[in-house]
């Protein structure tokens, strides 16, 4: 039907800077669901809450109230181990404060502020800045620095930000008729309208590090603030700092992509050959923003409905992405 698995399809695209737009939308938003996928209906985003965590992040950087370099210890002990106190707001943007890839103590039913206690302490697998390792741990923390820092909850600073770039659909809470189908899974039956991540759903709150649901014009109107070097539909959502460093990296990853703050740079296994930056998440969601052309593309699937097991759209992902220059 459309090339990947799941039901649903929802793609948006331009070839270069001020080029036409073009939108495809297939499939349904479930299988036992009918009614054609529309370009209100929301994803799971999966990972790409963790890039609007970071531009909620990088605009309390430049209102002076976030300093990136600065350890987070004294607002929010984060880790155990060797270097914990050491670990920056950098650190964690940027998947180098040694901390572990999820936190799985949701398994043994830990659940609520208990389990985001035992996830944020813990036990460091590298000493901050020592090495790449990607981690939904390190993303929580990010939501809930900001909090602290800000005296305002993570929902609330996601939803300044997405209200300046015109992503006005961005929830945490979406309803069920409007929420694209994820996967059954044993313990839940049926994912719809609630998160996919299991982490996520075990914490019972917005976390950092997923979440988000989202329409294809919500992650489009972060796509046009990237390339735009930090201006929204309704205004400037970062400083052209702030986007230089989302889109420089930092640290080589072990798959060979570059990492910068956020977003991952030229990561040719689903960009292909594209001079890009961008993420994706484990759903199907997936944005890129090509550097050169100012081209960029959006491609939203639910590849793991009705189950996760030979789900791979990564050859997907990188002839969709290659036409974006």
Do not use: C
Not at 103 to 116: D, I, K, Q, V
Request: hydrophobic fraction near 45%; proline fraction near 5%.
């Amino acid at each position: 039907m459309n090339g990947a698995p799941g039901s649903a399809w929802a793609s948006l695209r331009s070839t270069h800077r001020g080029g036409a737009e073009e939108l495809t939308l297939l499939g349904t938003p479930a299988d036992d669901d009918p009614e054609p996928l529309g370009a209100d209906h929301l994803f799971d985003l999966a990972s790409l809450t963790k890039i609007f965590t970071t531009v909620a992040a990088l605009r309390l950087a430049d209102a002076g109230m976030l300093d990136l370099d600065e350890p987070v210890a004294p607002v929010l002990p984060v880790g155990t181990g060797t270097g914990a106190a050491l670990i920056t707001p950098r650190h964690l943007l940027t998947h180098t404060a040694g901390l572990p890839a999820e936190g799985g103590a949701w398994r043994s039913g830990l659940a609520g502020e208990e389990l985001r206690s035992t996830v944020l302490r813990s036990t460091l697998r590298a000493e901050p800045g020592t090495a790449h390792l990607y981690s939904d741990v390190g993303f929580i923390a990010v939501g809930e620095l900001i909090e602290r820092v800000s005296g305002r909850s993570l929902a609330e600073l996601v939803a300044d930000a997405a209200t300046v770039m015109g992503a006005e659909a961005l929830t945490w809470s979406p309803s069920v008729t409007r929420a694209v189908a994820t996967e059954v899974q044993p313990h839940r039956g049926l994912v719809r309208g609630e998160v996919h991540d299991e982490l996520a759903h075990a914490l019972a709150r917005p976390a950092g590090h997923a979440g988000l649901f989202g329409t294809v014009h919500d992650v489009a109107a972060l796509a046009r603030t990237i390339r735009d070097g930090g201006e929204g539909a309704r205004g400037p959502v970062l400083s052209v700092e702030s986007v230089r460093l989302m889109v420089t990296p930092v640290v080589t990853a072990a798959a060979g992509y570059g990492q910068a703050v956020g977003l991952r740079v030229r990561d040719s296994a689903w960009m292909g050959e594209v001079h890009a930056v961008g993420h994706t998440g484990f759903t199907g969601t997936a944005f890129a923003v090509d550097l050169d052309s100012g081209g960029w593309g959006v491609l939203l699937t639910n590849r793991v409905h009705p189950s996760r097991e030979g789900a791979d759209v990564t050859a997907v992902r990188r002839d969709f992405f290659r036409t974006i220059v």
